[in-house]
């Protein structure tokens, strides 16, 4: 799994850690590692170890047994009598020798585990069907035991569904008597539970096969069982919320604005502030909705004001003396004069932020409502495009 992106999200890397290893048993994962390659953390994990992440990941991997890379093992031999023990023996031979004598795939499965090179997988495709086994781990002689098993295969089935965006309204657990059996008893049994609509809960479904199971009675040990998905039908998502399930409907829009960052993080929900100033770059500015907010100032502006404003205003052309911008522009109303910013410097650039302007609204045959502004003196001269209204 690439977590990279997520690990924010789950609390840390740690309490992603904690999460994946605690539920990971329950599909039968017995060993997790970490490392900021796939192949890295696949050899790492083959050698029981985990943490692939706090030293430099060339010393980790360098010391590791060159069968530790599967694209190695069908040469294993052949390298073993040239010396090479390790991943950083195989990692040390001339790269031209190495692919022309052993094909470029060993290669290229040494510069995807170190990182040089982009990791590249084909699409899992999911089966059209549903059938999971699984092999008991002891024999199970009472039939409400049969649950430990089949929650397992539970949950690999609503994984499937989740994938498919489906819901199952039957599925069926099979299950196969141990060879020590009378005769009588058969090869197995299985038994059918049905939902009166689509579902891929796995804590509803086990509730119900745990009812379902009370009134079954085993005439031998089971050793298998197997699980199969029925009745498919599609179940759309729900549209999740960003804000916390309890949050309640009388919340102030400030304290849920800061309950969403605790939990995105304060730089990733932020919150629009209004200057007292006219000129459209610096009337408003963006700040992060945790930070107390100013004394919100009012700007009485002549004009409608458009809904998105260009970073940088676009110079347009002029045709018989009209701005033009997919076609002939038409001034519908203005002008709005805009003369300020005499006070405001950019140190930075060594240059003054005097703005004048005046702005108008126009209609543009395929564009619909435009802002422009017809600049003055420092402001250079012509007709320029500042804003497009929804």
Same mark, same amino acid.
């Given at each position: 799994?690439?977590?990279?992106?997520?690990?924010?999200?789950?609390?840390?890397?740690?309490?992603?850690?904690?999460?994946?290893?605690?539920?990971?048993?329950?599909?039968?994962?017995?060993?997790?590692? =970490?490392?900021? !390659?796939?192949?890295?953390?696949?050899?790492?994990?083959?050698?029981?170890?985990?943490? $692939?992440?706090?030293?430099?990941?060339?010393? *980790?991997?360098?010391?590791?047994?060159?069968?530790?890379?599967?694209?190695?093992?069908?040469?294993?031999?052949?390298?073993?009598?040239?010396?090479?023990?390790?991943? $950083?023996?195989?990692?040390?031979?001339?790269?031209?020798?190495?692919? %022309?004598?052993?094909?470029?795939? @060993?290669?290229?499965?040494?510069?995807?585990?170190?990182?040089?090179?982009? #990791?590249?997988?084909? =699409?899992?495709?999911?089966?059209?069907?549903?059938?999971?086994?699984?092999?008991?781990?002891?024999?199970?002689?009472?039939?409400?035991?049969?649950?430990?098993?089949?929650?397992?295969?539970?949950?690999?089935?609503?994984?499937?569904?989740?994938?498919?965006?489906?819901?199952?309204?039957?599925?069926?657990?099979?299950? =196969?008597?141990?060879?020590?059996?009378?005769?009588?008893? $058969?090869?197995?049994?299985? @038994?059918?539970?049905? !939902?009166?609509?689509?579902?891929?809960?796995?804590?509803?479904?086990? %509730?119900?096969?745990?009812?379902?199971?009370?009134?079954?009675?085993?005439?031998?040990?089971?050793?298998?069982?197997?699980?199969?998905?029925?009745?498919?039908?599609?179940?759309?998502?729900?549209?999740?919320?960003?804000?916390? /399930? #309890?949050?309640?409907?009388?919340?102030?829009?400030?304290?849920?604005?800061?309950?969403?960052?605790?939990?995105?993080?304060?730089?990733?929900?932020?919150?629009?502030?209004?200057?007292?100033?006219?000129?459209?770059?610096?009337?408003?500015?963006?700040?992060?909705?945790?930070?107390?907010?100013?004394?919100?100032?009012?700007?009485? !502006?002549? &004009?409608?004001?458009?809904?998105?404003?260009?970073?940088?205003?676009?110079?347009?052309?002029?045709?018989?003396? %009209?701005?033009?911008?997919?076609?002939?522009?038409?001034?519908?109303?203005?002008?709005?004069?805009?003369? $300020?910013?005499?006070? #405001?410097?950019?140190?930075?650039?060594?240059?003054?932020?005097?703005?004048?302007?005046?702005?108008?609204?126009?209609?543009?045959?395929?564009?619909?409502? &435009?802002? *422009?502004?017809?600049?003055?003196? #420092? /402001?250079?001269?012509?007709?320029?495009?500042?804003?497009?209204?929804?």
């Amino acid at each position: 799994m690439e977590v990279e992106s997520s690990t924010r999200l789950f609390g840390g890397k740690r309490a992603l850690r904690d999460r994946v290893v605690a539920e990971a048993a329950e599909l039968a994962v017995q060993k997790v590692a =970490w490392a900021p !390659t796939s192949l890295a953390a696949l050899a790492l994990a083959r050698n029981n170890r985990e943490d $692939g992440i706090r030293r430099p990941l060339q010393d *980790i991997l360098d010391a590791l047994p060159m069968e530790s890379l599967r694209a190695i093992c069908p040469h294993a031999t052949t390298l073993a009598q040239t010396g090479c023990r390790t991943l $950083g023996h195989v990692r040390a031979l001339p790269r031209a020798g190495l692919a %022309r004598r052993f094909g470029k795939e @060993l290669r290229q499965a040494l510069d995807r585990a170190y990182g040089h090179e982009p #990791d590249g997988y084909v =699409w899992e495709m999911l089966p059209e069907q549903f059938k999971g086994r699984l092999e008991l781990p002891f024999r199970v002689e009472h039939a409400p035991a049969l649950l430990q098993g089949a929650r397992r295969l539970l949950v690999q089935m609503c994984g499937w569904l989740a994938a498919r965006h489906a819901g199952t309204t039957a599925f069926t657990l099979h299950w =196969w008597h141990d060879t020590m059996r009378s005769r009588e008893a $058969g090869t197995g049994g299985q @038994l059918t539970v049905g !939902t009166a609509e689509p579902s891929r809960d796995v804590e509803h479904l086990c %509730r119900l096969l745990a009812e379902h199971l009370a009134k079954v009675e085993l005439l031998a040990p089971v050793g298998d069982l197997e699980l199969t998905a029925n009745e498919v039908h599609e179940q759309a998502d729900s549209n999740g919320s960003l804000l916390l /399930d #309890d949050t309640d409907v009388t919340e102030s829009p400030q304290l849920v604005l800061e309950r969403m960052a605790a939990r995105l993080g304060p730089e990733a929900v932020r919150r629009c502030v209004v200057h007292a100033d006219h000129r459209q770059e610096w009337m408003a500015h963006w700040q992060p909705a945790a930070k107390p907010l100013p004394r919100q100032a009012e700007v009485s !502006t002549e &004009l409608p004001q458009p809904t998105w404003t260009l970073r940088e205003p676009l110079k347009l052309a002029v045709r018989n003396n %009209r701005p033009v911008y997919q076609g002939e522009l038409q001034l519908l109303a203005g002008p709005q004069c805009v003369e $300020g910013g005499w006070w #405001d410097r950019d140190e930075v650039a060594g240059s003054g932020r005097l703005v004048m302007r005046d702005y108008w609204l126009a209609e543009s045959r395929h564009a619909g409502l &435009l802002w *422009i502004f017809q600049a003055k003196l #420092d /402001d250079g001269t012509g007709w320029f495009l500042h804003g497009i209204f929804g």
